[in-house]
T-cell receptor
């Protein structure tokens, strides 16, 4: 089977840095992805880690440690528009390599 | 707009009725996915197609749900004999994937919201 765990809610101040953690259990690893979803909107792709280490895309970075079955999404210089839900997601061999999503972390950025 | 489009955007139906949703993926994408999302939850995988072939269907998916992708282009998701528990946002996504386990960014549509009374 497969499971993904992430905090349900995080609050941070505008301009700060926030880290959203994701721990997982999986029978086969095929990369960890991160998606962002604003209220009422569609999920949009943020980042992908196929190998250990840090991937940086502008203000967003994602980190993976396969030995620890752990990853995180790092958001820097937070802006009010970053208030959204953030999902980590894994491919699952037992669902034909479809992407399975965690329950999501709701990030609230305050002034 | 060349993104993923879904319709209808909203559907209200009575319990026991059948409903059908349509998804038009990004034209050059070979994979098309259906997900379901309820409030406060992540998207839940339902099924996916590679071109016109339905490669996988969630084991949790009721047999009241059926999906097709004729000619490998648009797809339809039909729910028969709807129940109140079917109320959710139905999301379609497409991607371009070169091999089965390879990475492919999912591009989601805005979803079709179903309310079953």
């Amino acid at each position: 089977g497969q499971s993904l765990e992430q905090p349900s809610e995080v609050t941070a101040v505008e301009g700060a840095i926030v880290q959203i953690n994701c721990t997982y259990q999986t029978s086969g690893f095929y990369g960890l992805s991160w998606y962002q979803q604003h209220d009422g909107g569609a999920p949009t792709f943020l980042s992908y880690n196929g190998l250990d280490g840090l991937e940086e895309t502008g203000r967003f970075s994602s980190f993976l440690s396969r030995s620890d079955s752990y990853g995180y999404l790092l958001l820097q210089e937070l802006q009010m528009k970053d208030s959204a839900s953030y999902f980590c997601a894994l491919k699952a061999p037992d669902s034909g390599y479809a992407l399975n999503f965690g329950k999501g972390t709701s990030l609230l950025v305050t002034p | 707009d060349t993104g993923v489009s879904q319709n209808p955007r909203h559907k209200i139906t009575k319990r026991g009725q059948n409903v059908t949703f349509r998804c038009d993926p990004i034209s050059e994408h070979n994979r098309l996915y259906w997900y379901r999302q309820t409030l406060g939850q992540g998207p839940e995988f339902l099924t996916y197609f590679q071109n016109e072939a339905q490669l996988e269907k969630s084991r949790l998916l009721s047999d009241r749900f059926s999906a097709e992708r004729p000619k490998g282009s648009f797809s339809t998701l039909e729910i028969q004999r709807t129940e109140q528990g079917d109320s959710a946002m139905y999301l379609c996504a497409s991607s371009l994937v070169k091999d089965r386990a390879g990475f492919g960014e999912l591009f989601f549509g805005e979803g079709s919201r179903l309310t079953v009374l």
